[in-house]
């Protein structure tokens, strides 16, 4: 006997006796089973997955519905395992989502497609939390030493040291160490008995006084013993950083006698001097991908091997840096790179090595708006190269070769633009292999026996540079469109002048004075829209003109005109109030 049930409600049951199906209608409700509310520290995976519950109008489990997931375009968000799932036997679908690295709460809905039935999570991203290292003993490293701090600069842990904070990092999986205001003041010292290692996601923030050019740090680490560098970063890490502390006196029996990174690190504000490394790299030795900022490497650092300061085989990058007085036994006095390079707005001086004074590359190098001056070695006193080197808005000068190539020897792939190749002390350039830039090519001053450059000094900015002289042939000599993209300052960090683009790293804004009264214009852009420019003039317009030098007629006189001295007389005290101001009188006769 056949039995014939028919379910015009339902519309999905059909059978015989022997067996009856009743199958659910059309997905119609979506319903949130777990997920929200909840948060989770940036760039880390939310505890629980983002789970729903298909149903149909009658309630019945529905099988195999279609569910997308949506998280914020922009701003505070999340990554998701996947944009939709459908659900099992269960009527059960979900995704697992990861914070991005902006903080703040959001909305993820879930839609049944085909229906407008939604349904929201409310996540947080928070930022990551911080640990307050309340004293400068070293210990073997317990992270229960640490907990959980509201405060970046008092520490309610009695006995957090540096490497408990770091093992408690790595079990939180990311944090902001600080160290605590009444524990750490001027000259605060760390002595490590073993190297820090630094995991990652973790941020190490010293204390400061001061701020611009008079801020310093406060924390110093060095180590206690010998045969070891200050810190490790290994391979896999990522996110890693330092920033306002000096590290120093690492005597690696390896390379890297202060720093050995394999890992993801950037170092902003950090000093790193008296470093000694038994192979390469006597500062640092990066296998990994590092950034330097608006740092400094100097102070007699020593390197058995090859890189004075830095043995580069991975990924590094220096912004804003002085990297001087380094000596490699090997090649590359300053840096030795055989993998990829790049420094801008950065300074190298009084660094040498066998072959490279300054730098020796094998790999991919690239500077802009950089300074070499005074490095020496046997071949390549600035850069020995050979490897691809591109430079651009460059300044070499004082550097020193004793077989040729006082500022660059190539045997690779060279280019350069916009540079001043000059006033090194023997030829500029010396090619074994390809080539050699020209003067007047490429916007570059190559060769000339007298660049006009001032002494080495700090004519603003972070770093020592050489400043062109009024009537110095590097001014006006380079070229707008050979000026990098995304460039627009020069290694001092003020503004290049498109219609008049200078040689070398320095871009010079002069503004000439061109009376000897003493007298104040009403028009306060005097000196640059053709007006009577007096030097009190100059000096209150210097905010945004900071280089002022001298009209050559105020020191000449007779017929024919010959060099004159000249006198200034003030009627009153000049207010010298800028930062940042650059008098460059005429000179001697």
Do not use: H
């Amino acid at each position: 006997q056949t039995i014939t049930l028919n379910d015009a409600a339902v519309g999905g049951a059909n059978g015989t006796s022997s067996a009856i199906q009743v199958t659910a209608a059309a997905p119609s409700s979506i319903a949130v089973s777990a997920g929200t509310p909840q948060s989770a520290y940036l760039s880390a995976p939310f505890a629980t997955p983002l789970t729903v519950l298909v149903t149909d109008s009658y309630g019945n489990i529905v099988a195999n519905a279609d569910v997308t997931f949506t998280a914020p375009a922009s701003g505070a968000s999340a990554t998701l395992s996947a944009p939709q799932c459908f659900t099992g036997s269960n009527g059960i679908c979900q995704v697992t989502a990861t914070a991005n690295a902006t903080v703040g709460s959001y909305t993820v809905t879930a839609t049944i497609n085909g229906t407008s039935d939604t349904v929201s999570f409310s996540l947080t991203n928070n930022p990551p939390p911080n640990l307050v290292v309340t004293t400068s003993a070293d210990d073997a490293g317990t992270a229960a030493n640490c907990t959980v701090q509201a405060s970046t600069t008092t520490g309610t842990d009695r006995n957090c040291s540096l490497r408990d904070a770091l093992l408690k990092s790595a079990a939180l999986g990311q944090a902001n160490i600080y160290f605590g205001s009444s524990e750490f003041g001027p000259g605060s010292g760390i002595a490590v008995s073993s190297p820090l290692s630094i995991p990652s996601g973790t941020a190490i923030v010293g204390p400061t006084t001061g701020s611009g050019p008079t801020l310093t740090s406060l924390v110093t680490v060095t180590v206690n013993g010998s045969g070891f560098a200050d810190v490790t970063v290994n391979s896999g890490v990522t996110g890693a950083s330092i920033s306002n502390m000096t590290i120093t006196q690492g005597s690696n029996s390896g390379p890297g006698g202060c720093l050995v990174n394999a890992g993801g690190l950037t170092l902003t504000n950090v000093a790193l001097p008296n470093c000694f490394g038994n192979a390469n790299g006597a500062v640092i030795e990066n296998t990994g991908s590092l950034t330097l900022a608006n740092s400094n490497i100097s102070s007699y650092t020593y390197s058995q091997g090859n890189g004075g300061c830095i043995d580069n085989s991975g990924t590094l990058q220096v912004f804003n840096t002085t990297i001087a007085n380094c000596s490699a036994n090997g090649n590359g006095g300053a840096i030795n790179n055989s993998n990829f390079a790049i420094l801008e707005n950065s300074s190298l001086y009084g660094n040498g090595g066998q072959s490279g004074g300054g730098i020796e590359n094998s790999g991919t190098l690239v500077l802009v708006n950089t300074t070499l001056y005074e490095n020496s070695a046997g071949s390549g006193g600035g850069v020995d190269n050979t490897g691809t080197f591109a430079a651009a808005n460059v300044t070499f000068s004082g550097n020193w070769a004793a077989s040729g190539g006082a500022g660059i020897s190539n045997s690779g792939g060279l280019q350069v633009q916009n540079t001043i190749l000059a006033g090194d002390q023997g030829p500029e350039c010396l090619a074994t292999a390809g080539s050699c830039p020209t003067n007047g090519a490429g916007g570059n001053v190559i060769g000339v026996s007298n660049p006009g450059l001032l002494p080495l000094a700090n004519y603003g900015g972070n770093q020592l540079t050489l400043m062109p002289l009024p009537g110095s042939a590097a001014i006006c000599a380079g070229s707008s469109a050979l000026v990098p993209i995304g460039v627009t300052a020069d290694e001092r960090g003020l503004p290049l002048n498109a219609s008049c683009v200078d040689a070398g790293a320095v871009q010079t804004n002069y503004v000439q004075v061109n009376t000897l009264a003493d007298t104040q214009n009403s028009d306060t852009s005097s000196c640059t829209d053709g007006g009577t420019c007096s030097l009190r003039d100059a000096v209150l317009q210097s905010a945004a003109n900071p280089d002022i030098g001298f009209a050559p007629a105020l020191f000449r006189s007779g017929s024919p005109a010959v060099p004159t001295p000249a006198t200034l007389t003030l009627s009153s005290p000049l207010n010298l109030t800028q930062t940042t101001m650059n008098l460059a009188g005429p000179g001697a006769n």
